[in-house]
């Protein structure tokens, strides 16, 4: 099973901690952590998953493997920049949110395009037309995302 975790890549010392627990949770699941391979959320959550045992896979918007963050097991390079976003859901089975900024908000739309599910922890919410979407499973710790995920991926 593949989790994605998505958010932004600077945040604050909360966050950073939620996202650590989210990849830690990811890891003792059993699942593969993807993410776009950078800083931030991504590299809190992959240091949690490599803590915990874990694999990790970052889908790099650059052409080269450099600037992944350290706790990254398999890097590949895209060059795609944002485009990238698409093929770090596309790779999830469900994609766990963790706070975000706009980039995180165009990989959770690509994840409802492609009909996977989000879980999300502090993050983005979905109107139209003045009205909530419920299209996220909005959960408040990472020991709810992770069971959320996994009851949808599976």
């Known amino acids: 099973m593949y989790i994605g975790v998505i958010g ?8 950073a901690k939620i996202a650590y627990e989210v990849g830690g949770n990811i890891a003792k699941s059993g699942a593969i ?3 776009g391979g950078l800083g931030g959320v991504m590299e809190a959550a992959c240091k949690g998953a490599k ?4 694999l990790t896979v970052g889908i790099l918007p650059s052409k080269t493997r450099k ?3 350290p706790f990254i097991d398999v890097a590949i ?3 795609m920049a944002e485009a990238r976003n698409a093929l770090v859901v596309g790779t999830s089975d469900v ?3 963790v706070g975000g900024e ?10 409802l395009k492609m009909k996977k599910p989000v879980v999300g ?3 983005w919410e979905l109107s139209k037309k003045g009205k909530p979407i419920e299209s996220i499973i909005l959960v408040r710790d990472p020991s709810d995302a992770i069971k959320e995920a996994l009851r949808f991926a599976r």
Do not use: K
């Not at 803590?51 to 874990?54: F, K, L, Q």
């Not at 706009?102 to 994840?111: K, M």
């Open 8 to 15: 932004s890549g600077q945040c604050d010392g909360e966050v």
């Open 33 to 35: 952590l993807v993410c």
């Open 51 to 54: 803590d915990a045992g874990g």
């Open 67 to 69: 600037y992944a963050n």
């Open 77 to 79: 390079p895209t060059g």
């Open 95 to 97: 994609v766990i949110a």
């Open 102 to 111: 706009f980039g995180t908000l165009s990989e959770i739309g690509l994840a």
């Open 121 to 123: 922890i502090d993050t």
